[in-house]
């Protein structure tokens, strides 16, 4: 079987699932943590791979950038492949002092203004949220081998290049620890499927301080966020 944007075979997806937005990261992050991982699609050179963890099998596919590119493949993922944990890994935004650069912000809600699932709610703003035993499970494991990590609701947006400065400082104002493109979405579609859902960010650039991560450390900061994921998953 294969979808519109997936090539893979039935059983060549795993029920779990990490989701990195960029294909170029979950290619990295199978060979790095994965046993014998095996390209499972390159449609649009969107990388999905499956190998195993710890005995467990795990998929590493590539979602895009955007709310939009998410829902497509975690539409998929789930209808097609019957995928039942899906975990984002990706990066964020800080927007509180207290928040570092390399830090790991577990998404406990996502707010967002504008999301593929707007539509269906109309006139309600439901709030899609992480599933609880992954969240804590996740929580456990940061402190556990001592990443610094963040609970706490943050942002979902499609705009990268915001120019709503209100809107921003609103945000910080309520909370919000940071922001990103994709894990609203994601947990919207996880509630209407039933399924486990958690986005787990590494901070790679600060709102306020306007730090952010050199290119040749990304690779050795994220991999404590798929450290935690991998454990997390399998708790």
Same mark, same amino acid.
């Given at each position: 079987?294969?979808?519109?944007?997936?090539?893979?075979?039935? +059983?060549?997806?795993?029920?779990?699932?990490?989701?990195?937005? %960029?294909?170029?990261?979950?290619?990295?992050?199978?060979?790095?943590f994965l046993?014998?991982?095996?390209?499972?699609?390159?449609?649009?050179?969107?990388?999905?791979?499956?190998? $195993?963890?710890? +005995?467990?099998?795990?998929?590493?596919?590539?979602?895009g950038m955007?709310m939009p590119?998410?829902?497509?493949?975690?539409?998929?993922?789930?209808?097609?492949? %019957? /995928?039942?944990?899906?975990?984002?890994?990706?990066?964020?935004?800080?927007?509180?002092?207290?928040?570092? !650069?390399?830090?790991?912000?577990?998404?406990?809600?996502? $707010?967002?203004?504008?999301?593929?699932?707007?539509?269906?709610?109309?006139?309600?703003?439901?709030?899609?949220?992480?599933?609880?035993?992954?969240?804590?499970?996740?929580? $456990?494991?940061?402190?556990?081998?001592?990443?610094?990590?963040?609970?706490?609701?943050?942002? =979902? =947006?499609?705009?990268?290049?915001?120019?709503?400065?209100?809107? =921003?400082?609103?945000?910080?104002?309520?909370?919000?620890?940071?922001?990103?493109?994709?894990?609203?979405?994601?947990?919207?579609?996880?509630?209407?499927? +039933?399924?486990?859902?958690?986005?787990?960010? $590494?901070? =790679?650039?600060?709102?306020?301080?306007?730090?952010?991560?050199?290119?040749?450390?990304?690779?050795?900061?994220?991999?404590?966020?798929?450290? !935690?994921?991998?454990? /997390?998953?399998?708790?």
């Amino acid at each position: 079987m294969m979808t519109v944007h997936i090539g893979a075979k039935v +059983g060549d997806i795993a029920e779990t699932v990490l989701l990195p937005g %960029d294909p170029y990261r979950a290619r990295w992050a199978a060979q790095t943590f994965l046993e014998n991982p095996v390209l499972v699609n390159e449609v649009r050179g969107m990388l999905g791979y499956t190998g $195993t963890y710890k +005995g467990n099998r795990v998929t590493i596919h590539g979602t895009g950038m955007g709310m939009p590119s998410l829902s497509i493949y975690v539409n998929e993922l789930i209808r097609d492949y %019957d /995928a039942k944990t899906l975990i984002r890994i990706g990066s964020a935004g800080a927007l509180q002092t207290h928040i570092k !650069v390399r830090d790991v912000v577990l998404a406990q809600a996502a $707010t967002t203004n504008g999301s593929p699932s707007r539509s269906i709610f109309k006139e309600l703003n439901f709030a899609p949220c992480a599933d609880f035993g992954l969240l804590a499970a996740a929580h $456990t494991v940061a402190l556990k081998i001592g990443v610094p990590v963040h609970v706490g609701g943050i942002y =979902s =947006s499609d705009t990268f290049y915001d120019e709503r400065k209100d809107l =921003s400082e609103q945000m910080q104002r309520h909370g919000t620890l940071c922001v990103e493109m994709e894990a609203a979405e994601l947990y919207h579609l996880a509630a209407r499927y +039933g399924r486990r859902a958690l986005a787990i960010l $590494t901070i =790679s650039d600060h709102i306020l301080t306007h730090e952010a991560l050199p290119a040749d450390q990304r690779e050795t900061s994220f991999s404590d966020m798929v450290k !935690v994921a991998l454990e /997390a998953a399998f708790a």
